[in-house]
């Protein structure tokens, strides 16, 4: 995780990127497709922005207010972004276990 605060008396700023590393480009493409949609309801003040680079998913969230509610706002928007990330990973994890599992049962049968 990078943090970086701009001092600039016109246009201060706070950005967060958050890199998750080693996924499969096509796990990471989906996680990406989970988050998009709460890019669409964020505020005018919150940029969150995701992308895949390599293997890796990178999300990057920025505002452009530097207030400590605004600040708080962001700490908050981190913390679900990877608690869901984190459920969202699991699941997939636990989905592809229980296929796999069953498919070697079918397998077993017949």
Partial sequence: MVFSMRD????????????IQGLEEKLARA????????DLTAPAWLRIEERVEERDL??????TENTPTRVG???????????YTYALLKTIEETAKALKEADTAD????
């Fill in 58 to 63: 990178v999300v990057y969230i920025e505002t």
């Fill in 73 to 83: 706002s962001l700490r908050n928007t981190v913390d679900e972004i990877l608690s």
């Fill in 8 to 19: 600039s008396a016109r246009n201060p700023r706070i950005w967060i990127r958050l890199r």
């Fill in 31 to 38: 996680v990406l497709e989970a988050l998009k949609p709460d």
């Fill in 107 to 110: 397998n077993v049968r017949e």
